[in-house]
């Protein structure tokens, strides 16, 4: 496989990171984004170092010009640009009521309108080549509801949605478009999650490796898909279990009690939350 140019949004560590690294070794050229400068730098110097070819701006994924500007940066840089992944997001979890007007608009903001504006800031350049892949990280929580977590969970519902519609409004086009959709990821995302007693449904199962998800991500880049579960197994029922919201709402209280005693068994092992943001891209759950 030839090697791309792949800008990667929400880059700076996490899944992100991880996926970097992952392109990097096999040769990809990259450019990354975030709104983390320090944190974006630290990756680029990283990868610069072991010979990749790779360039970094800091982005904020909810201003359209910043956006803009990366898709030109790249531009300049490498000549095209072959393949856009968003993993940009962000969490607050907490219950509804407890939920700032900003606190919400961040969360949908980032996690779903920002997404779309990127797609739409390097689509163009795609359909004029006939060419190109567009992949955004969503989440299990976007198949099926995450209370305590509902409007991080509407976001990724819509993120799911918007890249399902646009994958059909670009049929014929050679666009591709993927939605990759992990379980829950040992990611500052979790530790967030962990410190919200009520947010138990991401501790129902053993948390993944943010190298596994940037496996997933590596795999769809050559052998495009429109849908990617991480892992499989548990991707196929939780699908099974958005069939019937009945049944999901009748195992919910199996799945609180399975997922505190996960929660459990992470503060246990020592994880400690930290405060503020969950930085891009802590997909999950």
């Known amino acids: 496989m030839s090697a791309r140019v792949v800008v990667l949004i929400g880059a700076a560590r996490g899944i992100g990171a991880a996926t970097a690294r992952r392109l990097a070794a096999r040769g990809d050229a990259l450019v990354l984004a975030d709104a983390d400068a320090p944190a974006l730098e630290a990756v680029r110097a990283e990868l610069a170092r072991g010979g990749a070819r790779v360039i970094a701006q800091v982005t904020d994924v909810r201003d359209v010009a910043a956006l803009t500007r990366l898709r030109d940066h790249a531009r300049v840089a490498f000549g095209r640009v072959d393949t856009l992944v968003n993993f940009a997001a962000i969490i607050r979890p907490a219950d509804l009521t407890e939920l700032s007007p900003g606190a919400v608009a961040d969360q949908i903001q980032v996690n779903l309108v920002g997404a779309i504006h990127a797609t739409q800031v390097f689509l163009p350049a795609f359909l004029e080549a006939r060419r190109g892949h567009v992949i955004h990280v969503a989440s299990l929580g976007g198949i099926v509801p995450l209370p305590h977590e509902t409007v991080y969970s509407a976001s990724k519902f819509g993120l799911r949605g918007f890249c399902h519609a646009l994958a059909l409004e670009l049929r014929g086009t050679g666009v ?5 959709s992990p379980d829950s990821v040992d990611t500052q995302q979790l530790a ?16 993944l490796p943010a190298d596994a998800v940037a496996r997933a991500i590596a795999r769809a880049l050559d052998r495009p898909r429109l849908e990617v579960l991480v892992p499989g197994a548990r991707g196929v029922l939780i699908k099974l279990l958005a069939f019937s919201p009945r ?25 400690r939350p930290r405060a503020g943001r969950a930085v891009p891209q802590e997909a999950r759950s």
């Open 192 to 207: 967030l999650e962990a410190a919200h007693a009520p947010s138990t449904l991401a501790f129902t199962s053993a948390a």
């Open 176 to 180: 591709k478009v993927t939605v990759v």
């Open 247 to 271: 049944l999901f709402w009748l195992l919910y209280p199996l799945l609180d009690r399975l997922g505190r005693y996960g929660q459990a068994a992470y503060h246990r092992k020592g994880a």
